[in-house]
Structures are given as C-alpha cells and as structure tokens.
C-alpha cells in the first residue's frame, strides 16, 4: 500500500541526503533566523520576551486547575515535541490543547475551556515551554502516518478566492517578499507565540485562520480535524528544529 | 444594441462568462465590457491592496509605494511585454496558459475550493475593473 520508496520516507531520504551534500542550511530553517535582531533578541531575552508572562500565568493556572495532582511540571518535558499524538479513545489525532481538554473534562468532571481563551492559552504555553530547547520528534506511532498524509494534502491544496495553497507561499516563495512581509518557511515550532500582528499571544490554529482568511477561503471551525492533520504534517516537515515556545514573531 | 448585449454580459458572473469570453491565442482582444477601461481608475486599483491586490506580490513604477511584492515579475514595462489582449486574458484567468501560476483568477470562479463566505460567487475584480486595469497596464512603456 505505502511503497517504501514513496511519499514521506523519500522526501526523509532525500532531505538527508540533501543536508549531507550541501549541509544543514538545506535544512527546515526556523522563522527565528530571518526576523530582525530586535526581534530575535526579544525573543531570547526572557525577560522581554511578552510570551514569557503567559508561561508564568499557566504555570500558575497549572496548579490551580488541579494539573499537579496528577503531573510535574518535569514530566512535561518534551510533551510538546512530540504532539499531536494519536488517542486510542478517540481513534483519531489530538493536539496539545485538546489533551489538556479531554484531561480536564474526562478526568476532572470539569466544563471545558474555550480552546482559544486566557486559560487554555496559557497552560498550553506553559506545558509547551517544558520542551522548549528539544529538537521536533513527531509522533512514531504509525497511526499518525495517514494523519500526517491528510495534513500534507491540506497543505498543498489551493484554496479561497485567490487561490492559493499554503506550500506555495511557504515552500515555493519562502524569501521572497509578499508586499514588506517576508515569507517564512511557516514551521510551527513555537507555539503558542506572542505576535506583534496580534499584541498577543495565539494559538497556531488562529495562525493558520489568518491565511485561509487571507487568500479569501472559509477557515475551519477552530478545533477541527483538518488542522490536527496540518499540524501533525508541519511537525513532520520540521523535524529537527527546536521547540522555540513562547516564540515571537512579527 | 451594443449597450445592452455589454449590460447583459455583466449581468453574468464571472464564472459564465469566462468560459464565453472569446479568446484567440493567448489572448482576449475584446473588451469584457464591450468599451475601454479608464486608465486612472485601472491604477487607483492596481495600488489598492484590498481591491487590486496587485502589490502584494508585484512590485511596479511606484516610487512612493513602500513595501512592493516580489513574488511575481515587475509591472513597469508591461505594456510592451504584452499586448491589450494578453494583458487581459492574463488577468481574466492566468490558468488557461499556466495551470499552476500563483497568480489569481481575477474573473472566474470556476474551480475554487472552500472559498470564504464573503466572496462566494464573486470575481476578485468586475468586468469595468479589469478593463479599467488593462487600460492602465498598457501604459506601462518602460
């Protein structure tokens, strides 16, 4: 069915191969490297960084939500590297704020936190920055093989009124300028991320909203599959890097 | 007669009329409107970058427009790389010469997928507004 030299195991094969031939600039390159110092040194200096507030909050949303009952804060450590995952119970893939919501409905008895609020924000950048430094180590489980196939589907289909498809920003125009902006390879490696467009920080669902909003298409409703299946494809496609959370970004 | 075969054109979405809107080689010679664009009202478009969205990935003689694309080539000189006709097919719907160009189909709603609810049904520019664009694009001497 999955022939071994096709699909994903090549692009891998082919990525190393590439990274031993003309070294690891081939490689997934992180939006860090080509923001401004200014930005960069935000990002690094925790004391600046403003997603470094919302990580204090969920550490203390963490203890007040009942989370340590169960976990430490250092058994949270590269939890987040290695999201989403897939869940037997629901026999389907699962992100991080879906965890922490399935944790708090089944096991607390609890109502859930609205996916993009206060809360939930910031224990999802709380637990994600116990990972920060880790490289990217997508899920082994085999399960996630198809998930990763729809994300990459979702990934390359044009969509909206202008339509455009996501790997021809981020794959094919990466560098170049759209209008000032300069195009990123678009890896997910620090979210949540404080972003100066937002004031704030967002989840990489909301990013993701922002270009189907912005090649005019309908965005899927927040929580949906299709964007556990985009982020589970992104994880794939930046394997490697290291978790930047809370990252910064223009 | 001719004004009201031109009015009933415009009645049409762009979808429609895409598919019977005349074009020869690689172009459409005949105005989507059956008259010229207005070549002032074509470049208030072009700069426009909600309407034209032009610069987001072009980039073109503006000297005082900051933060010009480069996704796509320069505008300057456009009118003496392509003609009225081919400007406008261009515009019209760049798939028919390139399936995969990045550039948008400013006239047809054929094959779009999961388009936003604001703009279902709808062609990214009118027909008056892609004639105004072409009207102006062909003055891009150099």
């Keep these: 069915m999955n ?7 090549l692009a891998r094969v082919a990525l190393l191969l590439a990274v031993a031939v003309f070294g690891p600039a081939a490689g997934p390159r992180s939006g860090f490297e080509t923001m401004s110092p200014e930005l960069r040194a935000m990002q690094q200096d925790d004391l600046a960084n403003p997603g470094m507030l919302h990580v204090a909050e969920g550490e203390a949303q963490f203890q007040q939500q009942g989370c340590t009952a169960c976990h430490s804060a250092e058994a949270m450590q590269g939890v987040a590297a290695r999201y989403p995952a897939f869940d037997a119970a629901r026999d389907g893939p699962i992100d991080l704020a879906g965890r922490i919501a399935q ?7 609890r109502a859930p936190l609205p996916r993009e609020g206060k809360e939930m924000l910031a224990l999802s950048v709380f637990v994600a920055h116990q990972s920060r430094g880790l490289p990217l180590t997508p899920n082994p489980d085999p399960r996630m093989e198809f998930v990763r196939r729809q994300g990459e589907a979702l990934f ?29 390879e678009g890896h997910a490696n620090g979210y949540p991320l404080y972003r100066l467009e937002w004031q704030g920080l967002g989840s990489l669902q909301r990013r993701l909203r922002n270009c189907m909003v912005g090649v005019r298409s309908e965005p899927f409703a927040p929580g949906a599959a299709e964007y556990i299946a985009l982020e589970a494809f ?14 910064v970004r223009p | 007669m001719r004004a009201f075969l031109a009015a009933a054109l415009l ?68 009118g003496t790389r392509w003609s009225e006709g081919q400007l406008r097919l261009r515009m019209v719907d760049g798939r028919r010469l390139n399936p995969d160009t990045i550039m948008p189909s400013y006239f047809s709603t054929e094959g779009l997928r999961r388009v936003g609810r604001a703009w279902q049904g709808r062609t990214v520019l009118t027909a008056e507004e892609i004639e105004d664009v072409v ?3 062909v003055t891009l001497r150099d």
């Design chain 1, 3 to 9: 022939h071994p030299w096709t699909g994903p195991r």
């Design chain 1, 103 to 109: 944790c708090r409905e089944e096991r607390q008895g």
């Design chain 1, 156 to 184: 390359r289909e044009r969509r909206g009124q202008l339509n455009l498809s996501c790997g021809q920003c981020h794959d094919d125009n990466a560098g170049r300028r759209l209008a000032g902006s300069l195009i990123p």
């Design chain 1, 234 to 247: 992104l994880a794939e496609r930046a394997r490697g890097l290291v978790v930047e959370t809370p990252a």
């Design chain 2, 11 to 78: 009645c049409l979405d762009g979808a429609a009329f895409a598919q019977n809107v005349p074009v020869v080689g690689d172009a459409i010679p005949a105005s989507l409107t059956g008259m010229p664009g207005d070549p002032a009202r074509g470049r208030a478009i072009v700069l426009d970058r909600q309407r034209g969205l032009c610069l987001l990935c072009h980039s073109g003689p503006f000297p005082e427009e900051r933060f010009q694309g480069d996704l796509a080539p320069s505008l300057a000189g456009a």
């Design chain 2, 135 to 137: 009207a102006f694009l």
